[in-house]
């Protein structure tokens, strides 16, 4: 089943390609673009999509991890460079009401994801961590 963008209200296919093979946006899961949509619409700012779906190579050379949900169309991460803690917190907390299971939190954006099940973690230096080492870093 692919995604019928034109019932899509806030994004455009070529907003979640690979940097490497244009067009490939199309290859995002439905209910996963339905789910930003929503999100989008709960928020009431736009979001913009620093990475959607990725090819296993370009997946590789970002140091992406090994089972991403980028590369099979189930994750994004979403910009919040000038945004505002609370609305950082909105982000988070309507993802979680709209069923994204996986939320990883970096200074920059916000990664969601449909995992199989419930994850959520920081980033710091480009590594993952828990949230209790992120609170002991002082990582906001």
């Known amino acids: 089943m692919n995604v019928d963008w034109n019932s899509v209200n806030h994004f455009k296919a070529k907003e979640f390609d690979s940097s490497d093979e244009p067009g490939s946006g199309e290859k995002m899961v439905p209910r996963v673009v339905y789910m ?3 999100l989008r619409g709960l928020l009431g700012k736009p979001l913009r999509i620093n990475s ?24 994004v991460d979403i910009s919040t460079r000038g945004w505002t803690k609370a609305d950082r917190t909105d982000l988070i907390l309507y993802a979680r009401k709209l069923g994204f299971t996986g939320i990883g939190i970096a200074s920059t954006f916000i990664h969601i994801d449909m995992k199989a099940r419930t ?4 980033y710091v230096g480009g590594r993952f961590v828990s949230h209790a080492l992120a609170d002991e870093l002082k990582f906001v």
């Open 119 to 122: 994850a959520s973690w920081h």
């Open 36 to 38: 930003l949509d929503a």
């Open 52 to 75: 959607g779906y990725r090819t296993p190579e370009h997946n590789k050379a970002v140091g992406g991890a090994s089972g991403s949900g980028h590369v099979t169309g189930e994750a």
